[in-house]
């Protein structure tokens, strides 16, 4: 049983791709790092020896420290970050026991270089409508919390790419882009190495909406009809896209936890014995 300042890999995974997920914070040292340099989803890297000093960044953060084996690294750590006052706790058994339990792991390999801020940088066309909102949710919920997404004119796309540092994606000739009869939310989970139940699930139906093939999936038209609406509702794509996240929020939750659940009508009456 883990103590009262540890989490369990089950637990936290129950947790992982929600709104209001902790920031888990990497604290491996560089050689475990660099033996398995995959990383919990939205997780940061920081180092342990200089907790006192980066403990300010999170505060009013509710914050899971992740070591190797879940001992004196991550626990130091996350007694570091409660004496600033932060909601810490340190993962059981660490990094070892998330892959045990096969938790999702974030492939690093194609993450773009982040900014002198710490945030990746993405460009894409202006007007979203599926596939550049599903982008964008899935970087800010399992790669990058603080990602940044700048929505242009699609010509200008590759110059303000090279400008300002920006990674292009969802538009043809890019590496982030489609790739035979998957959209750019496939070829992030691909790349990324997000592979489960739900995320595949949320895969279909956002593919059968991005590319007019309604039939892959029950759910697409729906799905395609509140992104339209959306699309329709907001002149500005930011204050679209912070809209479309809640709708991406509430399918990812649908895929995950309610794929069998009904709604009858009329219901039963009260007292109506049930099946």
């Not at 010509?155 to 489609?178: C, K, M, N, Q, Y």
């Amino acid at each position: 049983m883990p103590s009262n300042s540890e989490i369990t890999a089950n637990q936290l995974m129950r947790l992982m791709g929600l709104p209001d997920a902790p920031v888990v914070v990497d604290v491996r040292t560089e050689e475990d790092y660099a033996a398995d340099p995959r990383l919990l989803p939205a997780s940061v890297r920081r180092p342990f020896a200089t907790t006192d000093n980066w403990a300010g960044e999170f505060a009013a953060r509710h914050v899971i420290v992740v070591c190797q084996r879940g001992q004196k690294l991550s626990q130091g750590a996350a007694a570091w970050l409660r004496h600033h006052g932060v909601a810490a706790e340190s993962l059981e058994g660490g990094f070892e026991a998330w892959r045990q339990a096969e938790g999702l792991l974030v492939s690093p390999g194609q993450l773009p270089e982040r900014d002198a801020n710490g945030r990746t940088v993405w460009v894409t066309r202006a007007r979203p409508k599926v596939d550049r909102i599903a982008c964008p949710w899935l970087i800010r919920r399992f790669v990058d919390r603080n990602a940044v997404f700048l929505f242009v004119s699609a010509s200008e796309v590759p110059l303000v790419a090279e400008r300002f540092g920006a990674t292009p994606f969802d538009i043809e000739g890019v590496f982030w882009s489609h790739r035979g009869e998957g959209c750019t939310f496939d070829t992030m989970l691909e790349e990324f190495g997000l592979r489960c139940a739900a995320l595949d699930r949320l895969a279909m139906i956002v593919r059968a909406a991005d590319t007019a093939r309604l039939d892959l999936a029950p759910q697409a038209a729906g799905f395609l009809a509140a992104s339209l609406g959306l699309s329709r509702m907001y002149r500005d794509d930011l204050a679209q896209l912070d809209a479309g996240m809640l709708l991406y929020d509430a399918f990812y939750r649908w895929c995950r936890d309610a794929v069998e659940e009904t709604h009858n009508w009329p219901a039963g009456k009260p007292g109506e014995a049930r099946a």
